[in-house]
């Protein structure tokens, strides 16, 4: 079945740095792509997706990037603050059946003022 | 706004005790989850749904039962708790189809001792 690795585990940037994390994964008919935010005590919450067919999408200093030759995936945060600091997890979905969200083991994101 | 609602928010149960873990929906999805997150593994599935009536197992069934007893709620029950159960416990609705947000609870803390 699908494996998704996610790196770094912990990652730590100064205010206005950029960040960037990573998943690959290794089922290339996988069809949705997303990227989830998950603040201290809280659940997570969906910060963007894409399907296959797209390769770059940016949205409000956030670039979601798909390499589909390589099965990677990547989040970067153009100008990180300290308000970005939680943990961020990738989702990815096969193309049959179920609409299960396979995840990768998250980044823990600290952002320094 | 979307809204999945967990109870109890913590719990701490005894070994070879049950516990039940309830989810409600305002949603109206079809869809609905039970994860759990461990340090190091991300999320990993449990059970899900995908209507009143039917529940199919995940990733990691074992010592896990579920009920959908109506559209809006999803219960998660261990029949026989042990340590290894000690968890973050999330659940998720959806609508069926990719490309469609999934809305996560805030998460069960869950101790077995």
């Known amino acids: 079945g699908e494996q998704v690795e996610q790196r770094p585990p912990h990652l730590s940037v100064r205010e206005g740095d950029s960040a960037i994390i990573i998943c690959t994964y290794t089922?290339?008919?996988?069809?949705?792509f997303s990227w989830y935010k998950q603040e201290a005590g809280a659940g997570l919450q969906l910060l963007m997706s894409?399907?296959?067919?797209?390769d770059r999408k940016e949205e409000q200093g956030l670039t979601v990037l798909l390499n589909k030759k390589d099965k990677r995936l990547s989040l970067n945060l153009t100008a990180a603050h300290p308000g970005d600091s939680a943990v961020y997890f990738c989702?990815?979905?096969?193309?049959?059946?179920?609409?299960?969200?396979?995840f990768g083991s998250g980044t823990q994101l600290t952002v320094m003022p | 706004e979307a809204a999945v609602t967990q109870s109890p928010r913590n719990k701490v149960a005894v070994t070879g005790g049950k516990v039940t873990l309830s989810c409600n929906q305002t949603?109206?999805?079809?869809?609905m989850y039970w994860y759990r997150q461990d340090t190091g593994h991300g999320l990993r599935l449990i059970h899900y749904?995908?209507?009143?009536?039917?529940?199919e197992k995940g990733d990691i069934p074992d010592g896990y039962k579920a009920s959908r007893p109506s559209q809006e709620n999803f219960s998660l029950i261990l029949e026989l708790a042990t340590p290894s159960q000690t968890s973050v416990y999330f659940c998720?609705?959806?609508?069926?189809?990719?490309?469609?947000?999934?809305?996560f609870g805030k998460g069960t803390r869950l101790t077995v001792v």
């Open positions: 998720a609705s959806g609508d069926q189809g990719q490309n469609t947000e999934v809305f």
């Open positions: 089922d290339s008919a996988t069809a949705y």
């Open positions: 894409v399907l296959s067919n797209v």
């Open positions: 989702a990815v979905s096969p193309s049959s059946g179920s609409w299960q969200l396979i």
């Open positions: 949603n109206n999805h079809n869809n």
């Open positions: 749904s995908y209507g009143a009536g039917s529940t």
